[in-house]
């Protein structure tokens, strides 16, 4: 976990409404909630909302989140930075069901 993310009050709510990005720069959503282990006092997920629909085509059409794992989190700063896994979250379930169909 990044150092600079302290576990405060004031930092955790300040992602809500931070635009996300892949580390290529590809847009994939907004943060519109925070998925929390109470338990642990972390943040263990970013819900986001306004998908890119490109990558999120039937969530976005249907207005539904998604929720990225933290640990997806590269950098936090005016935006947040995840790895580029999400670029490729469609692509092997599509290849998929066309083999299977």
Do not use: C, K
């Not at 290529?24 to 943060?31: D, K, L, Q, R, T």
């Not at 925070?34 to 986001?48: I, K, P, Y």
């Amino acid at each position: 976990m990044d150092p600079d993310m302290d576990d405060t009050p004031q930092e955790i709510t300040s992602l809500v409404g931070r635009e996300v990005y892949s580390n290529s720069g590809v847009f994939v959503g907004e943060v519109e909630d925070l998925q929390l282990n109470v338990d642990g006092q972390t943040v263990t997920g970013l819900a986001l909302g306004s998908l890119n629909s490109e990558l999120f085509a039937e969530e976005s059409t249907t207005g539904q989140g998604v929720i990225v794992p933290y640990r997806w989190v590269r950098a936090v700063g005016d935006v947040i930075l995840i790895n580029e896994v999400v670029e490729h979250v469609r692509d092997p379930d599509e290849e998929e069901s066309e083999l299977v169909a």
